[in-house]
């Protein structure tokens, strides 16, 4: 961790002698954690402790007329944390809560807070009282997400009948590029709070934000093996059934007729506050190392020890946010080339939306699709989203299914480029269906895809020059879209 000294240091050589850096520094060079395809050099990476060095850090930038680009847990995979030969600014040590309203549920907190910091915080904070309050939703996968980058990629859950992050979010506060604190919330600065929403760093630094909690509440975990040919009926069933979050792991085997078909269902529903709490039996990161470390080698007997595990936990008890929690493990893909050998390689993730009704057929034909691309899926699953209507750059766009597929990519420029091609034909099925896809985790959508996807892509990128005239903030992820789009 850098010492302030060292930050103080790293922005007066912004400040004052510039020249300086290339000689005293040692190139820096950053990269996404999960695909590990977005290794970028920057000039400097600073990490600020407290609002006056973010506006430190922003205003040297200006001075210098350098461009910046804003890291949290660095898990967006399309280049969007970083942007070359700039500076990086890591806001993972802003990570403090400022103001928690008990009676009202909306907590506060630095942007650079990750959620597992967040939820103690509050639990901590509301251990004596009788009213719980806790987060509604957060990503499932992984907990080592800051609330700034979940606010900037617009994120969510496996809610059965939510909205996207933006939903929870009451207020946050941004730094322009002027270095001017702004407060955005749906009365004040509405415009740049509905951009900076799913906006990826480019409207300004988000110093702290304010998010709307609901109340805590006990599930049970119902865990059924349904077909995708029932798959929306189910999941209407557990919606009318007041269940609140749930999804379906499918299976990953492509040489059997479950291929995307066949799942695990597992749904959960509020129960009575006086029910004790069991969950004694859960996976752990080594046992996740073990499931994908089948995943890779034998992707049967991976469903297999998935679902058996699964199953075993039916009826078990849960809060309904510390259940969102879960194991991830940052270095897999190096210690399973440890293990496995072969290519250097890690996992891209794609997330494609339908409309519900054409849910099954979506998912046979995307079947048919990575059996003959020959390509390997390592983990996928089905959950749902409510349209969200606020959002400028909305992906929910209508309340879709979410389909998500972790895809095994070779690091070499035949792997990736075989994985492009599966997530652009997956695109393609979804707008065959009027369908869209997340711009979170690659660039490799065709233009005509991402304008068909999100129509209002270049209106974005103007918006972006009007906010930030002098495109202080950017990102090689905006870059890119810059060049395609002409803009
Ligand atoms: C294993 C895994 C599982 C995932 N699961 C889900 C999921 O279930 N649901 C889902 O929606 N997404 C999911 N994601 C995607 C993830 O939610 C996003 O990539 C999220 O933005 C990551 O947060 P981060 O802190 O790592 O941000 P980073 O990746 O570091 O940054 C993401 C974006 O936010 C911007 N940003 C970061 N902090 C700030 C700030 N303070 N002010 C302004 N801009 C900022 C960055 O510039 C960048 O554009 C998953 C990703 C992985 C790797």
Redesign the pocket.
Known sequence: MQTRREFLRTAALIAIAPHLLAETENEIWLN????QLNRTRVRALLKPRTHDELVDAVRSGSRKDLPI?????????GG??FVSDGIC?D??D?AHVLNFDRERGLIEAE??I?WPELIRAYLDLQRDSAQQWGIAQ?????D???????????????GLAMK??ISNIEAFT?IDAQGETVRCSRTDNYELFRL?IG?????????AVTLRLVPRQKLRRVVTIVEATDLARSFEQRIAQNFLYGDFQFSVDEKSPGFLQHGVFSCYKPIDDREPIVAEKKFRDDDWLDLLRLAYTDRAKAFKRYSDYYLSTNGQTYWSDTNQLSA?LPNYAQKLREEIGGDESS?I?T?IYVPRASLIDFLVQAAELLRSNRTIVIYGTV?LIEKDDESFLAWAKESYACV?F?LLTPHTSVGIEASARSFRSLIDLAIARRGSY?L??HKFAKPEQVMTCYPQFKEFLGLKKKFDPSER?Q?D?YRHYRRVFGS
């Open positions: 996404d954690v999960h695909s680009s804003i890291a949290g847990c660095r898990h967006s995979m969007q944390q600014i806001i993972r802003l942007a650079g990750q957060k990503q499932t996968g992984a080592t997400f800051t609330l700034g980058g979940s606010l900037s990629s617009n994120v969510h859950g496996r996207p992050l941004l900076a906006g990826y760093g480019l409207f300004g630094l988000i110093s991830y996992l993730i997330e959950r998500i972790n997340y979170t985790y903030f990102s992820w």
